[in-house]
């Protein structure tokens, strides 16, 4: 079974900056970022191609964060920078090998899951 584990949350001030990490089981075609806030649906925040590292951004994060990865190592990071109020939830690593050498926002598409970091920005 593979397995995903999110570390790097906590609590930060408005403006602040932070990074997220997921270290992945296995290699995986494609990474991504979701967020979610109580009573809300789980929302896709950023993806990356492990092949060509090509990215895609949710437009709520486009130019404040910035995903990466470490091939190698399985690991995808999120750098959060200029952080909102409102990037306050919680955050899931999810992967997936269904959408091919691709990024992919639908959430349906990712198989698996990590168990998610809260992240709360707030003075």
């Known amino acids: 079974q593979a397995k995903l584990v999110e570390s790097g949350g906590g609590l930060v001030q408005p403006g602040s900056s932070l990074t997220l990490s997921c270290q992945a089981s296995?290699?995986?075609?494609?990474t991504a970022w979701f967020r979610q806030v109580p009573g809300k649906e789980r929302e896709f925040v950023a993806a990356?191609?492990?092949?060509?590292?090509?990215?895609d951004y949710a437009d709520s994060v486009k130019g404040r964060f910035s995903i990466s990865r470490d091939n190698p190592n399985d690991r995808v990071y999120l750098l959060m920078y200029k952080m909102k109020p409102e990037d306050t939830a919680a955050y899931y690593c999810?992967?997936?090998?269904?959408?091919?050498?691709?990024?992919?926002?639908?959430?349906?598409?990712?198989?698996?899951w990590g168990q998610g970091t809260q992240v709360t920005v707030s003075s």
């Open positions: 990356i191609a492990w092949l060509d590292g090509d990215v």
């Open positions: 999810a992967a997936t090998n269904s959408v091919g050498f691709t990024t992919t926002r639908a959430r349906e598409a990712y198989e698996h």
């Open positions: 296995e290699r995986f075609y494609t």
